[in-house]
């Protein structure tokens, strides 16, 4: 059964929501975020590790890239492409439902916490080669959320 993530994100919010308000009404909000976050980190790692093993036909800007069809499936996000070389993939998010839908919920707060702080260590499972950078977020109240993928060059030796 494969439900679009952006399903998936609105079932886990049932009780993810109430389980962080609680954690942060009893250990104030800094540190249940902290709490949060690693534990969602961890499992955003190991799923961005399953991710580049599972697409290891295709070149690393690829696997990348493949992620934007898997993330947009029920219509959870519009794109533009900036950017798409082999060493480098760059692209702006400009309409996402996610942040819709935490919105709506009255949480943005917590939409980011769960869904776009998993962002950075899901790359970090993909791999030291990768660098990802972000700066904003449509779900912080940003016009779009800038993704900007660049694969490391090796370091040449002198």
Not at 29 to 48: S, Y
């Amino acid at each position: 059964m494969d439900i679009p993530p952006i399903e998936q994100i609105k079932i886990q919010a049932q009780a993810l929501v109430p389980l962080v308000k609680t954690l942060q009404a009893e250990l104030g909000e800094e540190r249940a975020n902290a709490i949060v976050r690693k534990a969602l980190g961890k499992q955003m790692r190991e799923w961005g590790q399953q991710w580049w093993r599972a697409q290891s036909e295709q070149s690393p800007v690829e696997k990348i890239a493949a992620l934007l069809p898997f993330f947009s499936a029920g219509n959870a996000i519009d794109y533009e492409m900036i950017k798409k070389t082999p060493e480098a993939l760059e692209f702006n998010i400009t309409g996402c439902r996610y942040a819709q839908f935490y919105k709506e919920l009255g949480v943005p707060e917590l939409g980011f916490l769960l869904v776009c702080s998993g962002d950075f260590p899901m790359t970090e499972g993909f791999g030291a080669e990768v660098q990802f950078t972000r700066t904003q977020t449509i779900m912080q109240g940003a016009s779009h959320c800038d993704f900007r993928y660049l694969l490391k060059k090796e370091k040449q030796e002198k």
